[in-house]
């Protein structure tokens, strides 16, 4: 990093200092009121994409908004932390200073959101107010009491009662921001250094190596930072043109990017962002949380992992002669293991998500510094933090505009309605209710934006499968899932764009590939239903065992039938039986490993691909005679 050249850098560096030593501070001491904390969270969080925006800008116009927008951020952010108290009293009615700074706070979030991540959320917010103001007007089942304009935007800002102030924005300003922070600081004092040469140390061991690397850096990469298009990005643009120079065909290599960047949502302990909203949304403990996820998370890399390896021994790769820096592994590691043990530590000591992530930023910061070679310097360590708060930032813009709809959606009813008739069109059938939320999940999950989409179909999708019996943190993880793998799911596959570019590939073909990759990752949350110990949950020994076994060799059996490649070359027929063996044990699983037939069926048929596989790779290595 370079220090700033004029006054606006320098502003908005202190600014995000400011931010982040704020948070610092409050996770350890009580410093303001509980609404003046999110006031001036949220407050701070709308300078920052302001200022950041602005100082990238070059048109004058726009410029002159962004100040605008400052100036008022500022305004709105005083108004509230001031009259704290007689807005809390006057509650839903407010006065006509309220109605203008509720009018102009919401807009300021809206157009931070849409600055921030695009026009999807704050598409979703405005829906949400056009429902308030118009939902008695619509038909059944969507009728729903209309407010007056005044009362609207009152409810959703000024009351401090919804909006956004609704639940959601606690979750940025308690769970997640300083994880942002922490994340922000990993990257820039060698953590991502260091994950790139674990991942180069067992693509190594392997034909498939740089294949592998890809898998194993990007999980450890989205881990972290729990945004799969910024993980494709930051990794891709080493893992993918390895990958490619190995022998990997273009598409193939986006494909595995692709694929194993979603999944660093779902990795524990830290999961991106997911996880922490999943506490705020359902009170389960984060460390709860982050153990139900260990199989899930295992399973998805055991099958990205299964593809490039089978795919890199069809292609005859040959072994990768990457060179490993071993004193970079050795100099890095402590950088990301020491904070990673503290997490865990504090976290099973039942210490709060803010307190345990404000120990991780000082580790990381400490670490990086007290380590002999590679120490980063003060600029990195600024530029960490700046980068850190402002996704954090951006985060908080989002939760303040997401709150709209989902402040709309419970206060009107509308989401009990719509889990209503999701139970009906569903006729109470637990499959049918699944897949019509699933469907829905995964759809919205297509534009990229999973934690969002995670909440908005929470709102509905959560009580719908509750009613059906499925408990609480179950339904959370089937939602949580079907909304980030939309991510990789066609015609949209955004994260295929990202990858396809870097790559130089056809991107209908890329999001193919990267589904074959991610396959699994659409099948487990219906597993998590019916087989309750893939989220360490109780269930009988003797299908709790089938029922991973199961798992694991259908994995093999999807992932042999995409790839043609077992232990040998497959023909069309070997393919159609690894496919029908991962179907019959899929199907056994969602038996609730019930049904034993199909696990001795899908069992057998492996057994047997197995035998034939090993006689034709035997077959092919034996020596030809030669006949004098």
């Not at 100040?67 to 108004?79: E, M, P």
């Not at 990005?233 to 390895?242: N, S, Y």
């Not at 595995?256 to 403990?285: D, H, K, N, R, Y």
């Not at 597993?527 to 893939?534: D, E, L, Q, R, S």
């Amino acid at each position: 990093m370079r220090l700033p050249k004029n006054l606006l850098s320098w502003l908005t560096l202190a600014i995000t200092f400011l931010m982040a030593i704020y948070h610092m501070v409050a996770s350890q001491e009580i410093l303001l009121s509980t609404y003046r904390h999110y006031n001036l969270h949220l407050g701070l969080a709308l300078v920052v994409i302001f200022l950041a925006f602005l100082e990238k800008s070059k048109r004058p116009l726009l410029r002159g908004l962004l100040v605008a927008a400052l100036l008022g951020s500022i305004a709105c952010w005083a108004y509230i932390h001031i009259f704290e108290e007689a807005l809390l009293m006057r509650g839903v009615l407010g006065i006509p200073f309220d109605y203008a700074i509720g009018a102009m706070l919401i807009v300021l979030a809206i157009a931070a959101a849409w600055v921030s991540f695009g026009p999807v959320i704050p598409i979703i917010g405005m829906i949400g107010i056009a429902y308030l103001l118009i939902g008695g007007y619509l038909p059944a089942p969507f009728t729903g009491q209309s407010k007056s304009i005044l009362d609207t935007i009152n409810w959703l800002s000024t009351s401090l009662m919804g909006g956004v102030f609704s639940r959601l924005l606690p979750v940025s300003a308690n769970y997640i921001f300083l994880f942002m922070v922490f994340g922000g600081l990993l990257s820039h004092t060698g953590a991502t250094r260091f994950f790139m040469e674990i991942g180069r140390w067992l693509g190594s061991k392997v034909r498939s190596g740089p294949g592998l690397s890809s898998v194993v850096t990007s999980a450890l990469v989205g881990m972290v930072n729990g945004a799969p298009a910024a993980n494709i990005a930051i990794t891709g643009a080493f893992t993918i043109p390895l990958m490619k120079k190995t022998g990997y065909k273009p598409h193939q290599a986006a494909a595995i990017e692709t694929g194993a960047s979603v999944g660093g949502a779902i990795m524990p302990p830290i999961m991106g962002e997911s996880a922490f909203i999943m506490t705020g949304l359902s009170g389960i403990p984060y460390v709860i949380i982050c153990g139900m996820a260990i199989i899930p998370a295992i399973l998805y890399f055991f099958s990205c992992g299964m593809y490039v390896l089978l795919t890199g021994e069809k292609l005859r790769l040959p072994k990768s002669d990457i060179k490993i820096n071993k004193r970079e592994l050795l100099s890095t590691g402590p950088g990301f293991f020491i904070p990673l043990a503290i997490i865990i530590v504090l976290l099973v000591m039942d210490k709060s998500v803010a307190f345990t992530a404000f120990w991780a930023v000082l580790a990381v910061i400490i670490t990086s510094l007290l380590r002999p070679q590679n120490r980063p310097s003060m600029n990195d360590i600024a530029l960490g933090i700046k980068e850190g708060v402002i996704a954090g930032a951006g985060l908080a813009c989002i939760m303040a505009t997401a709150g709209l709809l989902y402040s709309s959606f419970t206060h009107t009813g509308l989401g009990i309605k719509l889990s209503a008739q999701i139970y009906m069109l569903s006729g109470g059938y637990l499959v049918l209710g699944m897949l019509v939320i699933w469907a829905i999940a995964t759809i919205f999950g297509m534009v990229g934006v999973g934690p969002a989409i995670y909440i908005i179909v929470s709102i509905f999708g959560v009580s719908t499968l509750m009613k059906m019996g499925i408990p609480l943190g179950t339904a959370h993880f089937f939602i949580l899932f079907a909304s980030y793998f939309g991510f990789v799911t066609p015609p949209v596959a955004f994260g295929a764009v990202v990858s396809s570019r870097i790559a130089g590939s056809q991107y209908m073909k890329t999001a193919i590939e990267a589904t074959k990759v991610a396959f699994v990752g659409f099948l487990l949350p219906f597993v998590f239903v019916t087989v309750p110990v893939f989220l360490l949950m109780p269930q009988p020994p003797l299908e709790a065992a089938t029922g991973l076994i199961a798992a694991i060799v259908a994995v093999v059996g999807l992932q042999t039938s995409f790839v043609g490649y077992y232990l040998h070359d497959m023909s069309a027929i070997e393919r159609a039986v690894s496919a029908v063996l991962a179907v019959v044990l899929f199907a056994f699983m969602l038996t609730g490993c019930h049904l034993m037939v199909l696990f001795a069926a899908g069992m057998f048929l492996f057994v047997a691909l197995s035998i034939w596989q090993w006689r034709k790779r035997k077959a092919a290595r034996l020596p030809v005679a030669v006949v004098a």
